[in-house]
């Protein structure tokens, strides 16, 4: 009953922020007829309360976070040179790690729709779940199955491998066949520094996609998780790897990083009846490290075993207020080789007033992956809890 009035009082405070003036903050600035400039802002902030999270040990916990705040900058300067320079509160949970940074920082050099450039520190390939960041996802809580290198890590340079799937390197991507239905992109990256990678051996990435029905429409190689049925029907099987030599474990146990992923989206406009979702995902890591490196000071302790995860959502047709329902369900499986399994089960509802621009959540989690969190060591451990979060996301 607790948890039921805290989410109550929460859902208050979010619908009187959907009540409030509006603020536009986002526009483009056109200075000739091949230089322009945009700004734009986004923001996610959630209201969580999980069982025995309490200080207490045995209370209900009442948390109110900042997921996100960030703001997006990009431009072009020439026909076929155009940049991105997005920011972030990193870690804005985390009073010891939370600081204000540069997300993305991309110079681009767009010269065909079947060959393109980008340079700098920006998203290496992967899974359409790291593709679409947390703006563009089907749910609030949308990283549940083992982070790849650039995700695992919370720092560049020595001892990191990138922050939030963000590295240093180059990206080649672009579209071929009907309507651009085959994408593509392949990077290389600096990957894990120092630690393991004695020899300062770089990432390689690539992910191929293939639309099946309508052609998805997002800029360079990003992704959606839903259209919400505004790009028809849409069926699209992907595929991406991640490897690096010496990518995993400590300098004195080393072992080769290798992470296989495959994906699918299927999106149905069902007439006037409402718009059916699905993603799928599943991925397979080999880190190749020994467990005594989890003795180790310097280990870069990344998982080695199999996870999938699988999400079914339903656009309702008819508008209640300002936006439309869309009830979901979710299972995220996580089995380690060498570490506990764990999993979680996940049912909530979205209520979609501007697409990905604005957006409330409400949703109910059960499992064990927040108690076992990213320890991957054979004596991980962690119970099965309840928890409930109520999220509002804006951005333009």
Same mark, same amino acid.
């Given at each position: 009953m607790k948890a039921i009035l805290n989410v109550a009082a929460a859902a208050l *405070? /979010? *619908?009187g922020l959907l009540n409030a003036p509006e603020v536009h903050a986002g526009g =483009? @600035?056109? +200075?000739?007829? $091949? =230089?322009?400039? !945009?700004? &734009?802002? &986004?923001?996610?902030? !959630?209201? !969580? $309360?999980?069982?025995?999270?309490?200080?207490? &040990?045995?209370d209900w916990s009442n948390d109110f976070n900042l997921d996100n705040a960030r703001i997006y900058i990009a431009g072009q300067v020439h026909e076929f040179v155009k940049f991105e320079l997005n920011t972030e509160c990193v870690f804005c949970g985390n009073s010891n790690l939370e600081e204000?940074? *540069?997300?993305? %920082? +991309? #110079? =681009?050099?767009? +010269? $065909?729709?079947?060959?393109? +450039?980008? #340079? &700098?520190r920006l998203l290496v390939p992967a899974e359409r779940q790291e593709m679409n960041g947390p703006f563009y996802s089907p749910t609030y809580d949308a990283f549940k199955t083992p982070f790849h290198p650039s995700d695992f890590s919370v720092d560049f340079g020595s001892g990191g491998a990138g922050v939030y799937a963000?590295?240093?390197g180059v990206n080649i991507w672009g579209a071929a066949g009907p309507e651009g239905a085959l994408q593509y992109v392949f990077g290389i990256f600096g990957g894990l520094q120092s630690g393991a990678n004695k020899n300062d051996n770089p990432l @390689? %990435?690539?992910? *191929? /996609?293939?639309n099946f029905l309508n052609v998805e429409q997002n800029p360079g190689y990003y992704t959606s998780g839903t259209y919400y049925g505004s790009a028809g029907d849409v069926l699209t099987v992907a595929g991406s790897f991640q490897y690096q030599k010496d990518g995993s474990g400590s300098t004195a146990n080393p072992g080769d990083f290798l992470g296989i992923s495959a994906d699918v989206l299927f999106e149905k406009v069902v007439g006037d009846m409402g718009v059916f979702t699905f993603n799928g995902e599943y991925k397979y890591f080999d880190s190749d490290y020994d467990s005594a490196a989890f003795a180790d000071a310097d280990n870069f302790g990344m998982f080695d075993g199999d996870s999938m995860s699988l999400t079914a959502l339903y656009l309702l047709p008819m508008k209640v207020g300002i936006g439309q329902f869309q009830p979901y369900a979710r299972y995220t499986g996580i089995y380690a080789n060498g570490s506990a399994d764990r999993d979680e089960v996940e049912g909530g509802v979205n209520y979609i007033i501007d697409g990905h621009n604005a957006r409330v959540s409400l949703f109910y989690q059960y499992g064990d992956i927040a108690t076992k969190g990213l320890d991957y060591s054979p004596t991980a451990s962690g119970n099965? @809890? !309840? #928890?409930? $979060?109520?999220a509002l996301q804006i951005q333009i």
């Open positions: *405070v /979010a *619908v =483009k @600035i056109t +200075i000739d007829d $091949t =230089k322009w400039i !945009s700004l &734009g802002i &986004g923001g996610r902030a !959630s209201f !969580s $309360t999980q069982e025995d999270a309490a200080p207490s &040990g045995e204000f940074v *540069v997300l993305d %920082a +991309i #110079a =681009k050099f767009e +010269i $065909t729709p079947m060959l393109n +450039i980008w #340079a &700098g963000r590295d240093h @390689i %990435a690539g992910r *191929v /996609a293939y099965n @809890i !309840s #928890a409930v $979060t109520l």
